[in-house]
């Protein structure tokens, strides 16, 4: 029982090993074409795609617990950004103490074929899988999603 106890665990890690090496092959991929076709960065990019999503614009916070970074790295992008032109800081409706950052026009229309790119890439990056493949592991990271959110509300 305990070498098979024992096995299962390193099958586990020998996956997250896996897992990982995935991601960071494919999120390397993207970080150099994004450099390489756009001047920009995954960061950066990521930050344009949340307020993309959210057109009344998001709090620094809110920013900040999406990307999951620190709010000196949300300011910090967010200056670059706002110097370029493609995101706009304005007062907070109801938090006079906050501000909401949104896209501006030429933001959205940068992150509009930023994103067709880089769906593109995306789909050729995953193209050693089948449709039926990549429905499979969809739905298996979904349990997965599911059963972390499980353990992390556990902890709280």
């Known amino acids: 029982m305990e070498s098979r106890l024992h096995d ?3 099958q586990a890690l020998r996956l997250w090993l896996r897992l ?4 960071t092959r494919i999120e390397d991929q993207i970080r150099q074409r994004l450099r390489n076709d756009f001047g920009t960065t995954l960061p950066r990019f990521d930050l344009l795609a949340q307020l993309e999503r959210s057109p009344d614009g998001l709090t620094m916070r809110e920013l900040s617990q999406r990307l999951m970074v620190t709010g000196g790295n949300v300011t910090g992008i967010t200056d670059q950004l706002e110097a ?3 995101v706009v800081r304005e ?3 109801s938090d006079r103490r906050s ?3 949104r896209l501006t026009p030429a933001g959205r229309r940068q992150f509009k074929r ?3 790119t880089h769906e593109g890439w995306i789909v050729e ?5 089948s449709p039926e493949e990549k429905t499979q592991v969809y739905a298996l990271l979904a349990g997965l999603k599911g059963h972390l ?3 992390d509300a556990a902890r709280r």
């Open 84 to 86: 370029e032109g493609l």
């Open 99 to 101: 501000v909401t950052v």
């Open 91 to 93: 007062p907070h409706p």
């Open 8 to 10: 299962g665990d390193h």
């Open 20 to 23: 990982l090496a995935c991601t």
């Open 149 to 151: 959110a499980q353990l």
């Open 114 to 116: 930023m994103a067709a």
């Open 125 to 129: 990056l995953l193209a050693g899988w």
